[in-house]
């Protein structure tokens, strides 16, 4: 009969451990995010913030100062002048860790003066 008691509390035990266990697991953020999204989405933020200071006729220099180096640039030639675009992520379409065009606003630069941002200023080229 002892030996029937002892493994009855040995079972017990055991019941007891893994259901008091169980309940002890703690998840701590959303492990399928990359831990750089965190930092991705708060760079959006601060760059929407700065580009509702900018003013027309900055320089690109002004602007590269207040925003840091775009994710994208483009240059050409039209009519004699040279176009410049700068590209600064301000949202996010598809959470791939890529930042595409589509995600970014363009700031467009006539010479070296700032003439528009956004998609109208950049389809209006």
């Known amino acids: 009969m002892s030996g029937m008691c002892t493994k009855m509390i040995k079972a017990g035990v055991v019941a007891f451990l893994v259901l008091g266990l169980s309940g002890c697991v703690v998840a701590i953020g959303n492990t399928d ?12 933020h601060e760059n929407l913030k700065k580009i509702n200071q900018l003013q027309l006729g900055f320089s690109v220099a002004e602007v590269k ?3 840091g ?5 483009e240059a050409f030639q039209k ?4 176009v410049q675009v700068l590209f600064y992520r301000t949202q996010l379409n598809r959470r791939d860790n890529k930042t595409t065009k589509d995600e970014c606003t363009p700031i467009v630069f006539h010479g070296d003066q700032l003439s528009g941002w956004g998609e109208k200023a950049y389809n209006y080229l």
């Open 79 to 82: 009519n004699g002048e040279q």
């Open 69 to 73: 180096a775009p994710d994208f640039t």
């Open 65 to 67: 100062t207040l925003l």
């Open 33 to 44: 995010e990359p831990k750089n999204q965190l930092a991705s989405d708060k760079a959006q």
